[in-house]
């Protein structure tokens, strides 16, 4: 309700903006319009992803992941100079390594076999409403934009707006961004842990009584509940970008984020080096669960250059190097050649490097002590490299001679990732975007 509130405020600003322009001019100029017709763009992905170092189940674990997604985003011109652009997606998945929050509920317990319990798949949706203005000359741009999305366990809040200027007869352009996530966790431990929480009943619980306890009888883990399940994250970005050359552009970004709160995640479990291991079948019951600091401040500084080789050629790179509070520090850089075949079809062979030093608190399985503040066994902390190959295709049809009703086919993409760490995770995707605009 609070969002068709919002659409219609910023619809009927936009009349009564242009309503107020037409009344204070008795001559109409003409000016080109910042988008000239309603467009579509319907988005869809399938990812799958394997590995043996699964969070979840402490460093070690299938990673098993399916996922895919259909986002739509609709862009409306309100007059000339203001669009409003509504997004909005979903995203479902299942995962062998989360459904192993509860491994008990199904066949053998292994941390290499998925478990059929709730915890095996879910579906994360997101609304976005965005608005954005510019002058009338096109050298000023203003935007704003408010997001909602949800999962089973976790909701977000995000809002956020940016200006951009652009200026030297549009050759330079410079742009501020900030936004603001204000997210609230509803924490879900693994199962053997419960019971050890506030209202527990701890080693006589039915999940003990009932099912025999291997290695470490004195099952006692380390666990108290988080107090605060909330997180907030804080970001502002700067951009500049230059045409150096009629073929060369290049541009600079840096960007800053705060965040705040439960920065954990309350189901990955970590296994200490000094405590006795305890089973029930062939999983291991958890010593712990992931304790991380409650802020992080992370900085990412970037540049792009591309070349127009020729009408057939272009070539777009990429390097961005980040660090944060965590210990992390990484390198990133990217080459794409797009390659003209006629004017309707274009091939994006692309490739990526990425390396990483490890968090802090960063240890693999059976190595933290017990005696540490914080601990994870996650290995998207951890330190590692890896290389991503893609390859996409293109077609372009600026007359839209196809139509589904009042839209024309403007443009079809499909591309196609390749993903290979060198930690034993790998990962593939495949996307495909269709764009419409209305005649």
Do not use: C
């Not at 109409?28 to 763009?41: A, S």
């Not at 431990?189 to 050890?196: D, G, S, T």
């Not at 039915?206 to 306890?213: A, E, K």
């Amino acid at each position: 309700m609070r969002l068709k509130k919002f659409v219609i405020i910023l619809a009927l600003f936009g009349f009564l903006r242009l309503s107020a322009q037409t009344s204070q001019d008795s001559t109409n100029v003409y000016k080109k319009r910042v988008l000239e017709t309603t467009e579509i763009d319907f988005l869809s992905s399938y990812y799958t992803q394997d590995g043996d170092n699964a969070a979840v189940s402490g460093g070690t674990g299938t990673e098993e992941l399916t996922d895919a997604t259909a986002t739509f985003v609709v862009s409306i011109p309100l007059n000339a100079d203001d669009v409003l652009t509504i997004d909005a997606g979903v995203s479902a998945y299942t995962s062998a390594s989360s459904s192993n929050v509860n491994p008990f509920d199904d066949g053998t317990a292994s941390p290499f076999q998925a478990s059929s319990g709730a915890s095996s798949g879910d579906v994360w949706s997101n609304l976005t409403a965005s608005y954005s203005h510019s002058s009338d000359d096109r050298n000023d741009i203003w935007s704003a934009k408010l997001s909602v999305s949800t999962e089973y366990d976790y909701f977000s809040l995000g809002f956020g707006g940016s200006y951009t200027k652009l200026f030297n007869e549009k050759n330079t352009e410079f742009s501020i961004s900030a936004n603001v996530y204000l997210d609230t966790w509803n924490a879900i431990y693994p199962i053997e842990l419960r019971p050890f929480g506030e209202s527990g009943n701890g080693i006589n619980n039915s999940l003990f009584t009932q099912n025999n306890i291997t290695g470490n009888q004195n099952y006692s883990p380390l666990f108290t509940e988080f107090k605060d399940e909330s997180r907030n994250s804080y970001s502002v970005g700067f951009g500049l970008s230059q045409i150096l050359h009629k073929n060369v552009q290049g541009s600079l970004s840096v960007d800053l984020v705060k965040q705040d709160g439960l920065l954990s995640t309350p189901f990955q479990r970590v296994y200490f080096s000094d405590v006795a291991d305890s089973f029930i079948e062939d999983f291991q019951l958890a010593d712990a669960i992931e304790q991380l600091p409650d802020s992080r401040f992370k900085v990412a500084i970037g540049g792009r250059l591309n070349w127009y080789l020729s009408e057939s050629f272009t070539v777009r790179t990429f390097y961005r190097y980040y660090f944060d509070d965590w210990g992390i520090n990484s390198h990133t850089a990217s080459i794409e050649i797009p390659f003209k075949l006629s004017d309707k079809f274009t091939l994006y062979p692309s490739y990526r490097f990425y390396n990483q030093t490890a968090a802090d608190y960063f240890y693999p399985y059976e190595t933290a002590l017990s005696s540490y503040e914080f601990y994870t066994s996650d290995y998207d902390l951890s330190k590692y490299s890896s290389n991503q190959f893609g390859f996409g295709i293109s077609y372009t049809d600026i007359f839209t001679k196809a139509h589904i009703w009042k839209f024309g086919l403007k443009s079809v993409d499909l591309k196609y990732y390749k993903y290979d760490r060198n930690t034993t995770f790998s990962s593939s995707i495949v996307t495909a975007g269709i764009k419409f605009i209305m005649n």
